[in-house]
């Protein structure tokens, strides 16, 4: 995988004057089988969320409320994205080591994800990832 399978996907907006209503539904929405959801929250000013990889996992990553930066890197490359809008998630396929930070005050990271969790799955050091990826 490369960072150029990393993208935007944007849901489904409801909109009337009640309020908005986004939905998300597993492989038509997003590109894989949802087995797990989790979410960040309560994350105190400066701190980091992130600095791994997994090996086979996908990963949607949504600003339910404020915002953060997500930092993607394929052992090449590395780019930013800013996530703000709870209608747009940022897609994160196996092999794309991903760090966040600059949450804003308030903010809830939504993470939708291919699979259970399993420790074996990632990599935490970012050396070994490189390695992995420069074979």
Partial sequence: MSLADCRTIELPVVAEPRGNLTFVESERHIPFPLRRVYYLYDVPSGAERGGHA???????????SGAFDVHVDDGRERRSHHLNRPHKGL????????EIDNFSGGSVCLA?????????????????FKTSVDG
Wanted: no cysteine; net charge negative; glycine share 0%.
């Fill in 112 to 128: 939708l994800v291919s699979d259970f969790y399993e420790e074996d799955d990632y990599f935490r050091d970012y050396a070994e």
């Fill in 91 to 98: 897609y994160i396929p196996p092999m794309v080591w991903r």
């Fill in 54 to 64: 997994h090996k086979q996992l996908h990963q949607l990553l949504i600003a339910i």
